[in-house]
């Protein structure tokens, strides 16, 4: 049983480029999830969808985009990578919206020079 | 302002003994929270929860207490496990939040020694 797999684990990148962090779950759940953890400040929302085909805004989205085709995947794509988006980066997933009980993924470790 | 604070950034315990991790939050609209634990290159995983209309969940060597009036809850784990030494984040949700999301606090990293 995989749950949620995060792609890439790591990456290094240079400030100004493009990236997308991969995430794709078997669950079948309704909810999925981004977000990131910086010390101190615990885990921080930045994108959420309650069901395939629709994204809203949580609490640090500036900079982030997501997009939700279908059920399983929830790409997060940081268009203009800036030093301050350094971060490990969470995507987790619920049963349903409101379902509190989050599965997350392993994460990844995104460091922007 | 943060919303969850968890003002101990570290807790150390002897194994056996009992850990007990706080967590404050500031927003009266918080009706359910939720303890996550979370070992190193993990995800975090769900440990327990409890609903504001309970002050009190149980769960084997987890108990989880809440105290509304004021606005504080505990992790309590009896006995200590070396296994149990992680990061836990306090977590709390209300019905008023964009797709019922989850505030987290900052975190206590909790070492159980042998």
């Known amino acids: 049983i995989a749950g949620i797999t995060q792609a890439p684990t790591s990456q290094i990148l240079a400030a100004g480029r493009r990236m997308t962090l991969r995430c794709t779950q078997d669950m079948r759940h309704n909810a999925m999830y981004w977000y990131r953890q910086d010390l101190g400040l615990g885990l921080r929302l930045i994108h959420y969808?309650?069901?395939?085909?629709?994204?809203g805004k949580g609490e640090v989205p500036d900079g982030y985009s997501v997009s939700r085709a279908n059920t399983d995947d929830f790409p997060l794509t940081l268009a203009s990578a800036v030093p301050s988006q350094t971060s490990v980066y969470f995507c987790?997933?619920?049963?349903?919206?409101?379902?509190?009980?989050?599965?997350f993924g392993s994460g990844t470790q995104l460091s922007v020079l | 302002d943060q919303q969850v604070k968890q003002n101990s950034p570290s807790l150390s315990v002897q194994e056996g003994r009992i850990s007990i991790l706080n967590c404050d939050y500031t927003?009266?609209?918080?009706?359910?929270f939720l303890w996550y634990k979370k070992y190193p290159a993990e995800g975090p995983t769900f440990l327990i929860s409890i609903s504001s209309i309970k002050d009190k969940n149980e769960d084997g060597r987890f108990t989880v207490f809440l105290n509304k009036s004021a606005k504080h809850l505990s992790l309590h784990i009896v006995p200590s496990q070396p296994g149990d030494s992680a990061v836990y984040f306090c977590a709390a949700s209300s019905p008023n939040n964009a797709g019922n999301m989850l505030t987290f606090g900052g975190g206590t990293r909790l070492m159980v020694k042998p």
């Open positions: 927003n009266s609209m918080f009706d359910y």
């Open positions: 987790a997933s619920s049963e349903s919206q409101g379902g509190e009980k989050l599965f």
């Open positions: 969808s309650n069901t395939a085909g629709t994204t």
